[in-house]
């Protein structure tokens, strides 16, 4: 196995190019060393971004923030602007694993990680997040919830790697919010989660929303029928009612030692409700 | 006579072993290596159930730095009755019983060596149907997993193999003449998942097989001698030919009771001339080490309008694993000790299914026999609108009780914890909304047994202490504490030390919470003889006889005025004259212990139930236990707890989880979840002390009792929170959200 620590991305992608074998990207390494040690094939070359200045800060950009791929959660979560502007991305960030973990692990590492239940992933979705990738060619510019394609898989090609995570600037009156369920209240993996971000106009009525679940799907599901149940109204318990509904109705979970598809199905429209009430109050809606 | 008052015991100083744990210095089951030391690995059987056609080795010792495979082949079936299941455990002969199974072990240069050699072991299988539930694998046409196995105690003799080894049954009286006189019956069906003891150090061992066939042993277990007579058997050795020396360890609660690599690493090692290290991962802990049981239940309870218990019946069920042997007598005697009964009838179904031979688990087979009994118990109170303490009180064993399971009870401390809990603040304290507050009550035997001690005075009068148990809950600091009592040293003074095996005579394991108990008489005993050795030095250099001088305050004194009036020779004054007066002064004791005090507990805790997700948080949490006296009350107060807490995993969300293919789902921690920090309130204990009398100082058992009432008290409080009784552990969202949804109380 060759480790490689580039100093920019044009290197890395090089270095991943070039690479006879299997190549792997190294960020905090909190999935790929567990994986490693529990006997996956270990790959020939490791190519460790944490070197790569342009990859490890958060820089304000056109009113919303450029989030390096290298940066770990523990520094999202110190970045008082960033977590002003989006909470729920913090938080969600800020779920993964514990302190320790929190030191290393990355925000494009859970992203790339490509795990159905990953926490970052839905509040990004909702967010409207869009990743940086960096390869052999011109940069490119995707949605969050396009990179990922199925569990483990990534719509990323030979030589790319996320460079950055940008999350654009919100109208006034906005707020997202995620919420996961565990069975445990730490160190556990969700069995279903969901992200909502929404703007209000100024008498309280959503104007727009965007709404993503987590682990109740072989990828991230962003819900437009559900997002639409909350636009137009105050979120009155009617709506709520109907957005939960709607919410387990574009479910797609399995049957498996988490829980049961019927849970899952129904726990998705919970969550999902309880953190639209909270988006609806971070924008600044009375509920 | 019981001594009631003391100096030391009953104050709570500073474990002796926890510098060496917080600097970690403590070496554990994998912390020690030697010279020249080989890696080993373990093929296991991916297949519930498999014939085992063929095991070609040859690919793999043909890898360069592969030293030793070992096989079937390499382990001889022992004469020895009590060892057959074990070997056949320890390494699969005709059929891999189990996903985990062991089927072959290489010893190498490095663990990369021996992974790639396992993968050119070629295991040719023929997979069998498995069954993996316990109700399925008593079903006629189930799998059967040991041709020619017929149950015993079945009337008629049974005839034709089954998957049932044993029926086992007790009670007196006569339970339908009881039902018959009953106001009120209730009747309901329970289910309980296998769990694991979740302790965080896995198995770990080196051995250290020589050229003149004596080996040395180095593992994480919770009895050394019986792992030096379980290998010895296994591989036909002496037993005086292999020493084995216990590790310090982390965590067992039973599980570290029997062998399961110990006799593999020995077999590789004699094979390859070299010291061989076995550490299991903890995919092989979950796989292949001893769950608990899970269990299939049914209860059966009648009682008068005004809340008597008129007659009491429980069928249960146990699921033990691929072997026979499950704790399921131990259920059936249990589940209705706390209750003075006219009428009572158990009956218990050993039973074995395709998953790792279950080993013990705190208190083996009571907590789930407590969980479905006062669950009914507590339905009956309700029903009858009585407080379940006051219910419980009114139907509770007492000195003289003829207990459920046959012996005639001496003072018990049940009606005390019952007492003590209807006035505690938790009690009385208010309930929020969608909480609930479930009590129960637990018994458990305690044990004594075989138990050999040393006590040495050193020369400059500090004292040490060799026992042969290991110190799985604070048991060194216990043994320092009643020794130096009986000496009249400071606690400092004395050290404790585990001995191996070839340095003390034979220890039972460290289990039936017998160590404080059964040691702890040991050790007091050790000091008596020494003391009674020092008086009789101290005699002679007065020249006065020996029954004319006591010891008080840590000191030799003449018994009165006519004795003669000398200085008071201190212990250290005694003992550096030693060399002078006939030699070195230790004390022993070697004996079976007998008289093991039993001990009840009643648990108290309230839950908060999310109608919207089922999921249970437990808000407080106290226990009520007799511990006869509380040597150390810090240790007391943390086998209370941690009862409670591990109960808290087994109600809430432990459970061992089977796919249809019989492998286990789920092996790791992410998956199969013990409580963590957050999950769990402070738990409050309060000790109560009524003294057994087959102790120096009244003590009992505490270690295992904490764990048999909480499954029940969670069941309860969370039933009375949710609005519906649950009678499946564990109680996981997706159960209690469709037990309540079903009952129409899930908030939809
Ligand atoms: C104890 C523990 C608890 C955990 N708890 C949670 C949890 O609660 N929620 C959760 O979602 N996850 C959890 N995880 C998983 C993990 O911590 C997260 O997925 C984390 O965000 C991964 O980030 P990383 O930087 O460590 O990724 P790495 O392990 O470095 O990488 C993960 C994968 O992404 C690839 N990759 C990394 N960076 C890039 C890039 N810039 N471009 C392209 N590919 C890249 C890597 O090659 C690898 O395949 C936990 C892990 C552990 C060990």
Redesign the pocket.
């Known amino acids: 196995m060759r480790y490689e620590a580039p100093a920019t991305a044009k290197a890395a992608a090089k270095l991943l190019l070039g690479a006879k074998g299997s190549a792997?990207?190294?960020?905090?390494?909190?999935?790929?060393?567990?994986?490693l040690r529990s006997g996956m094939k270990p790959p020939g070359l490791v190519v460790d971004?944490k070197h790569i200045a342009a990859?490890s800060g958060i820089k304000k950009e056109r009113g919303g923030f450029r989030i390096g791929?290298?940066v770990?959660?523990a520094v999202m979560g110190e970045n008082k602007g960033l977590g002003k502007a989006w909470p729920g991305v913090v938080e969600a960030?800020g779920?993964?694993?514990?302190t320790?973990?929190q030191g290393?692990?990355?925000?494009?590492?859970?992203?790339?990680?490509?795990?159905p239940?990953?926490?970052?992933?839905p509040a990004l979705a909702a967010a409207g997040a869009v990743a940086r990738?960096a390869g052999p060619g011109k940069r490119r510019d995707i949605p969050a919830e396009k990179i990922a394609t199925g569990p483990g898989k990534?719509s990323?090609k030979k030589g790319?790697?996320?460079?950055s995570i940008f999350l654009p600037k919100r109208p006034p009156r906005s707020g997202d919010a995620y919420l996961?369920f565990?069975p445990r209240t730490e160190?556990?993996?969700?069995a279903a989660s969901a992200g909502v971000n929404l703007t209000l106009d100024r008498k309280g009525v959503c104007t727009a929303a965007r709404v993503a679940l987590g682990a109740v799907g072989p990828r991230v599901i962003l819900s437009a029928k559900a997002a639409k149940a909350l636009i137009g109204t105050r979120l009155e318990d009617s709506a709520l009612e109907g957005f939960a509904a709607a919410c387990s109705a574009a479910a797609t979970p399995i049957d498996d030692k988490r829980g049961t598809k019927e849970f899952k199905t129904h726990v998705a429209g919970v969550l999902a409700r309880r953190a639209a009430v909270i988006a609806y109050e971070r924008a600044g809606g009375k509920p | 006579m019981i001594k009631t008052k003391f100096k030391l015991v009953g104050t709570r100083p500073l474990r002796p072993d926890g510098v060496d744990k917080v600097t970690g210095r403590a070496r554990f089951g994998a912390d020690i290596s030697a010279p020249g030391m080989l890696h080993a690995l373990i093929l296991r059987s991916p297949h519930a159930h498999a014939r085992i056609k063929s095991i070609d080795t040859s690919r793999a010792e043909k890898l360069p730095g592969v030293k030793a495979v070992v096989t079937r082949d390499d382990f001889k079936l022992p004469e020895r009755e009590d060892l057959v299941d074990i070997c056949r455990n320890v390494m699969a002969r005709e059929k891999a019983l189990y996903d985990g199974h062991a089927v072959a072990a290489v010893a190498a240069v490095s663990k990369t060596v021996a992974r790639e050699a396992l993968k050119r072991i070629q295991v040719e299988y023929q997979v069998l149907p498995h069954v993996t539930d316990v109700d399925a694998a008593m079903k006629p046409r189930a799998p059967i997993l040991h041709k020619g196995m017929r149950t015993i105690g079945a009337e008629p003799a049974a005839k034709k193999d089954s998957n049932v080894a044993q029926i086992h049954t007790f009670g007196h009286g006569d339970v339908v003449k009881g039902f018959a006189k009953a106001d009120i019956i209730i009747e309901r069906s329970f289910k309980t998942e296998a769990t694991h003891q979740g302790y965080i150090e896995p198995h770990a061992c080196l051995a250290t097989y020589g050229a003149d066939d004596r080996a040395d042993l180095w593992c994480c277990t919770q009895g050394h001698y019986m792992v030096r007579n379980a290998c010895a058997g296994l591989l036909g050795m002496e037993v005086s030919h292999l020493r084995v020396t216990a590790s310090e360890i982390g965590g067992g609660f039973g599980g570290k009771t029997t062998v399961f690599i110990e006799p593999v690493a020995l077999a590789l090692s004699r094979k390859a001339g070299k010291p061989v290290k076995l550490v299991m991962s903890r995919d092989e802990v979950f796989r292949a080490s001893g769950p608990t049981s899970s269990s299939s239940t049914d209860v059966k309870i009648g009682i008068t309008k005004k809340g008597k218990i008129t007659a009491a019946q429980a069928i249960l069920r146990y699921q033990g694993g691929a072997f026979p042997g499950s704790p399921v007598q131990f259920g059936a005697m249990t589940g209705f000790a706390p209750y003075d009964l006219e009428n009572v009838h158990t009956v218990g179904y050993d039973v074995v299914a395709n998953r790792p031979k279950q080993a013990a688990y705190r208190a083996p087979g009571a907590p789930l026999a407590a969980f479905a009994i006062e669950s009914v118990i507590d339905e009956l109170a309700h029903k009858i609108g009585m407080d379940p303490l006051e219910f419980r009180l009114k139907n509770a064993a007492r000195e003289g009780t003829k207990s459920s399971y046959g012996p005639t009870f001496g003072p018990i401390g049940l009606e005390a914890t019952l007492k003590e809990s209807k006035k505690h603040p938790h009690h009385l304290a208010p309930l929020g909304p969608n909480q609930g507050r479930g009590v129960a009550c637990g018994f458990w035997f305690n044990f004594g047994g075989q138990t050999s001690v040393s006590l040495n005075i050193g020369e400059d009068g500090t004292v040490s202490v060799v026992e042969g148990n290991p110190d799985i809950g604070g048991s060194r600091a216990s043994m320092c504490l009643m020794a130096a009592e009986e000496l009249g040293v400071p606690y400092e003074k004395v050290r404790t030390v585990i001995a191996d095996t070839a340095s003390l005579g034979y220890n039972e394991v460290t289990d039936g919470s017998r160590v404080t108990f059964a040691v702890g008489m040991a050790t007091i005993k050790a000091a008596r003889q020494a003391i009674a050795i020092m008086c009789e030095r101290a005699a002679k250099i007065w020249d006065i006889p020996a029954e004319a001088v006591v010891w008080e305050d840590g000191c030799a004194k003449p018994a009165g005025s006519n004795a003669g009036n000398f200085k008071p020779m201190t212990l250290a004054e005694i003992a550096g004259s030693a060399g002078s007066t006939g030699g070195p002064i230790s004390g022993h004791s070697e004996a079976t212990a007998d008289g093991a005090g039993v001990s009840f507990a009643t648990h108290m805790v309230d839950v908060e139930v999310d109608p919207d997700t089922g999921k249970v948080t437990v808000l407080r949490y106290t226990v009520f236990q007799d511990a006869g006296k509380a040597i150390h009350p810090a240790y007391v107060e943390g086998q209370f707890q941690g009862g409670a807490a591990q109960g808290v995993g087994w109600a809430i969300n432990e459970e061992y989880i089977y796919g249809e293919d019989g492998r286990l789902q789920n092996p790791g921690f992410?998956d199969y979840r013990i409580p963590v920090a957050s999950d769990l309130p402070m738990i409050d204990t309060v000790i109560l002390e009524i003294p057994n009398p087959g102790h120096p100082y009244g003590v009992r058992g505490v270690g295992e009792t904490s764990i048999v009432p909480p499954l029940a008290a969670i069941a309860n409080a969370v039933s009375e929170a949710a609005g519906v009784r649950l009678t499946h552990l564990p109680m996981s969202p997706p159960r209690v959200l469709k037990a309540m949804m079903e009952n129409g109380k899930g908030a939809a």
């Open positions: 792997k990207i190294l960020a905090g390494g909190t999935d790929l060393l567990v994986q971004i990859m791929a290298a770990p959660s960030t779920l993964i694993g514990s320790q973990i290393r692990a990355t925000m494009a590492g859970n992203l790339c990680n490509a795990s239940a990953a926490d970052s992933v990738i990534t990323l790319e790697l996320v460079e996961r565990i160190m556990d993996i969700a | 992410l």
